[in-house]
Nanobody, 126 residues
Framework: QVQLVESGGGVVQAGGSLRLSCTASGRTFGRYNMGWFRQVPGKEREFVAT????????HYADSVKGRFTISRDNDKNTMFIQMNTLKPEDTAMYYC???????????????????WGRGTQVTVVT
């Protein structure tokens, strides 16, 4: 059974930083592209960033490019996202996900991912 568990969320001042982690089990982690999405109540889940299997390729949403950095450690079955210069509009529940059978790069649609964590809340206050 595949399980993804996010951690590292919290409340932070605008301009601050957070580092989220996603630990996976039940699947050979290094075989799959991984992604981060976020969602606020009443809105669709929004793509944030994705990282390829070996970590050499990454892709970001325009809204976070230059501020967020996605990475992974396949030996530890863990993915990270370092979030700097946070803004109030970054407030959301953040989810990690593992891609299903790869179709095209970058996988930025939620429908391309088959397993999801339960999320970790990030709240940015002024």
């Amino acid at each position: 059974q595949v399980q993804l568990v996010e951690s590292g969320g919290g409340v932070v001042q605008a301009g601050g930083s957070l580092r989220l982690s996603c630990t996976a089990s039940g699947r050979t982690f290094g075989r799959y592209n991984m992604g981060w999405f976020r969602q606020v109540p009443g809105k669709e889940r929004e793509f944030v960033a994705t990282i390829a299997r070996a970590g050499g390729l990454t892709h970001y949403a325009d809204s976070v490019k230059g501020r967020f950095t996605i990475s992974r450690d396949n030996d530890k079955n863990t993915m990270f996202i370092q979030m700097n210069t946070l803004k109030p509009e970054d407030t959301a529940m953040y989810y990690c996900a593992t891609e299903g059978p790869a179709t095209s790069w970058p996988p930025f649609r939620a429908s391309e991912y088959d397993y999801w964590g339960r999320g970790t809340q990030v709240t940015v206050v002024t």
